[in-house]
């Protein structure tokens, strides 16, 4: 049975997740409270943490500021669903072959797949530009989705190898006695039981290139029209000035998406990150 903590434990408990909720909401909650006030009272001295001047009325000023910062969320959607689509398709079989299957350079591989993790998009933007440019692709939602598939899948592989190791090879060895292909075995047995798993890679992969689309769309993309919202936002920064509260209301609106699948994915999450956590 575990012991129940001490006063003073709870009370350090309690200090420590108080601080650190402090670090993460605090941004957020900066950046909402800038959008509800007017552009004239931002930088007013001295600072005023709530005002009499405060109203939603940035919510609906920046859509006729930034007419096409519609557009530019739904890129943003876009690009990042078909991030995760694509890397899936690869992830999956990728994985499961690294689960399952003993052959040579196996563990070599997966350092690799850590160490091209360590590497910045950055770093690779000339090559990859070449590469778009002999293959036809700047200016197109590819140019940005391509980059965006590669570096998620080493990531991908290595989440979703783990959870598959936890799943008993009995299972398969089962299917096969009554006569079921690998195959088979893959997309009726594994897949079902890993879906836990495949649903964290599928949010982590989303999130990351949801996150992480600025550098590559403009790099690779000067279409305006298929710019995705970080670059978008740019729209708010003009020569003499930044429309701060509305550059703060659409950023809050454009992590809704992200938010929403997170919501309504919560319960797959926690099963995939706790799943082997007990022993039975």
Known sequence: MINKYRWWELVLI???VAVFLTFILAPFLEAF???LRPITS???IPYRFITDEMSFDSYFSMWSSVPLLWLYMFNSFMIA???TFFALL???PAAYAFARFEFKGR???LTAFLAINMVSGAVLLIPLYKVMQQMGLLNTYFAMITPGVAFSIPTGIWLLRSYLLKIPKELEEAAWADGATRLYTLRRVILPIAMPGIVVVAIATFIGAYAQQFLFALTFNSVNELNPLPVGLFQFFGRQTVVWNELMAASLVGILPVL???IFLQ??????LTAGAIKE
């Not at 319960?267 to 995939?272: K, L, N």
């Open 14 to 16: 309690y200090c420590g």
């Open 33 to 35: 409270m800038v959008s």
């Open 42 to 44: 931002i930088f007013s």
């Open 81 to 83: 669903a078909a991030v």
């Open 90 to 92: 690869a992830v999956i």
């Open 107 to 109: 563990d070599g591989m």
């Open 260 to 262: 929403i699948v997170y």
């Open 267 to 272: 319960r797959y999450i926690v099963a995939g």
